[in-house]
């Protein structure tokens, strides 16, 4: 699906905002005992991200690959920057970064997913989060996830995801091992009492 241009004035779908969690018997290695946040949902298909994969590179790395910085600067990276998480996002242009964050930031490019939450793909948020300019709350994705027309909606009825209202803790949250189950307990479900079938308990 193609992402939605910022100047799109568009109805958010009744997923927009919402996590999706992958039930036990979603095949797909993709997708296995994933979290992923949904950014645009319409009949034209969904798109979101992964936010609970670890992506083996560093913000600085990401920098110096951007050539936003030298190899002297990365050194002198400030400790909000090093330490700024960058995730996998899912299967779909993976060599692409994408910035979820708070909407105390906003830019030209940025596009509102929900009331709180908008997502930028633009370098300016690169350069406003290395200098400290960035939002309060922010994760970098390399990636995303996309369905085509109606394809989410036959997963959903086929028992291969959950979805329930997402939340900004767990967004953000950066302890990826544990946001697995503690989606699931959003909705009061303990992971060892998930069917692998549906219509089984």
Not at 57 to 71: N, Q, S
Not at 155 to 183: H, M, V
Request: glycine fraction near 8%; hydrophobic fraction near 40%.
């Amino acid at each position: 699906m193609a992402l939605v241009s910022p100047n799109t004035q568009r109805e958010r779908g009744y997923l927009d905002g919402q996590f999706l969690i992958a039930m036990p018997n979603m095949v797909d290695g993709n997708f296995a005992r994933t979290v992923i946040y949904i950014c645009a949902h319409s009949d034209a298909g969904a798109m979101g991200f992964v936010i609970n994969r670890a992506q083996p590179v560093t913000f600085a790395e990401m920098l110096l690959h951007l050539e936003l910085i030298d190899r002297n600067d990365a050194i002198m990276l400030p400790d909000h920057a090093r330490h700024f998480p960058i995730q996998c996002g899912g299967p779909v242009e993976q060599n692409r970064g994408f910035v979820l964050h708070s909407d105390d930031y906003l830019s030209d490019s940025s596009i509102p997913v929900s009331d709180d939450i908008s997502l930028t793909a633009t370098l300016d948020i690169v350069r406003a989060i290395s200098d400290g300019r960035g939002p309060r709350r922010a994760t970098m994705l390399l990636g995303y996830a996309g369905w085509g027309p109606g394809q989410l909606e036959s997963e959903i009825a086929a028992n291969g995801w959950l979805n329930c209202p997402s939340t900004e803790e767990l967004l953000f949250d950066r302890r990826l091992d544990s946001k697995y189950d503690r989606a699931l307990s959003l909705m009061g479900i303990n992971p060892a009492m998930l069917s692998m079938d549906a219509g089984h308990a």
